[in-house]
């Protein structure tokens, strides 16, 4: 069985400090690992994945993640928040192979003051 | 940049309706998912759809439910007997044979059964 624990369920902090949002996976299996975005009324968009290539993975606007198996992690971060960063983010896992169904976990809300 | 699109973006139904709810993928993709997120819960897989056939589908995925691909561009979701539970945001997700790993969404259709 395979599963993702997001620890914060709301993250805030001001423009141009680091971004970080954490996720914790169990998986029986290599896992394919993702962070997906939700603005409001907007679809979900993915951010990056990590698919047992490259351990520090980069995605768009800055954001990277770091697959980590000893810590079963797959924290989010970004250096400098940006207010258009306010958004919802889901950390998501999958098996191995792709085409399969997506796992989310609860979700993360990120606010960014000015 | 294409898009996967979906209607309606609300739809409201009496208990025991039937509703279908439909999905236009990304025209080259070949594999198609349905998700729901109930207010303040998970994202759940509800199916997947290859080739005119479901390729995985979900415990909640019961004979209420029904995927179809009626046409080459239209995806649809159909619930017969609709239920106050049923009431919930309904993604629809393609995927291009070239990218496994990466499911692109529409932007999602609330449902709500009265």
């Known amino acids: 069985a395979q599963s993702v624990t997001q620890l914060d369920s709301h993250v805030s902090v001001s423009e141009g400090t680091p971004v970080l949002l954490r996720c914790n996976y169990s998986?029986?299996?290599?896992?394919?690992l993702f962070w997906y975005v939700q603005h409001p009324n907007k679809g979900l968009q993915l951010l990056l994945k990590?698919?047992?290539?490259?351990?520090l993975v980069k995605g768009i606007n800055g954001f990277e993640a770091e697959f980590k198996k000893s810590e079963t992690s797959f924290h989010l971060t970004k250096p400098s928040a940006h207010m258009s960063d306010a958004a919802e983010y889901f950390c998501v896992v999958s098996g191995p192979g792709g085409y399969n169904k997506l796992i989310f976990g609860a979700g993360t809300r990120l606010a960014v003051h000015p | 940049e294409p898009e996967v699109t979906q209607t309606p973006s609300h739809q409201v139904t009496q208990m025991g309706q039937e509703v279908i709810l439909r999905c236009v993928p990304i025209?080259?993709?070949?594999?198609f998912y349905w998700y729901r997120q109930i207010l303040g819960q998970k994202v759940e897989f509800l199916v997947s759809f290859y080739n005119n056939e479901i390729s995985e589908k979900s415990e909640i995925f019961d004979d209420q439910f029904s995927v179809e691909r009626p046409d080459g561009s239209n995806f649809t979701l159909k619930i017969r007997s609709t239920k106050l539970e049923d009431s919930a945001m309904y993604f629809c997700?393609?995927?291009?044979?070239?990218?496994?790993?990466?499911?692109?969404f529409g932007p999602g259709t609330r449902l709500t059964v009265t």
């Open positions: 990590y698919t047992s290539a490259a351990t």
């Open positions: 025209s080259n993709h070949l594999y």
């Open positions: 997700a393609s995927t291009d044979t070239l990218k496994p790993y990466e499911q692109y």
């Open positions: 998986s029986s299996y290599s896992p394919s």
